[in-house]
């Protein structure tokens, strides 16, 4: 009797239970305790807010970008790549149809 009542209530508000301690436990994880975390984060969002959509490197030298227009170019003349083509950008591929002689 005692079994049946006390399984009764932990079918009805169990639910609730785990549902709060949920919602408590990912307002905690979204803060960090370690410190090491802390500044980890700290970086990701400061890389972030420099960066600018992937376009360049983030705190790019006039050195460094010489170095890259330099790589980039030794890398078009290594593969063949034509003058003013964007080696960064994947490139586009077509497969045309061809023509099938029927089967009589």
Same mark, same amino acid.
């Given at each position: 009797?005692?079994?049946?009542?006390?399984?009764?209530?932990?079918?009805?508000?169990?639910?609730?239970?785990?549902?709060?301690?949920?919602?408590?436990?990912?307002?905690?994880?979204?803060?960090?305790?370690?410190?090491?975390?802390?500044?980890?984060?700290?970086?990701?969002?400061?890389?972030?807010?420099?960066? &600018?959509?992937?376009?360049?490197?983030? &705190?790019?030298?006039?050195?460094?970008?010489?170095?890259?227009?330099?790589?980039?170019?030794?890398?078009?003349?290594?593969?063949?790549?034509? &003058?003013?083509?964007?080696?960064?950008?994947?490139?586009?591929?077509?497969?045309?149809?061809?023509?099938?002689?029927?089967?009589?």
């Amino acid at each position: 009797m005692l079994a049946t009542q006390l399984f009764s209530e932990l079918r009805t508000h169990l639910p609730m239970v785990l549902k709060r301690n949920l919602a408590v436990s990912y307002v905690a994880a979204q803060k960090a305790s370690d410190p090491i975390q802390q500044i980890f984060l700290d970086k990701l969002r400061e890389y972030k807010a420099k960066s &600018d959509g992937g376009k360049q490197l983030v &705190d790019m030298t006039p050195e460094i970008q010489r170095e890259l227009k330099a790589e980039l170019a030794r890398l078009n003349a290594q593969y063949g790549g034509k &003058d003013g083509e964007d080696m960064t950008k994947f490139p586009s591929i077509t497969f045309p149809d061809q023509k099938i002689d029927p089967v009589k």
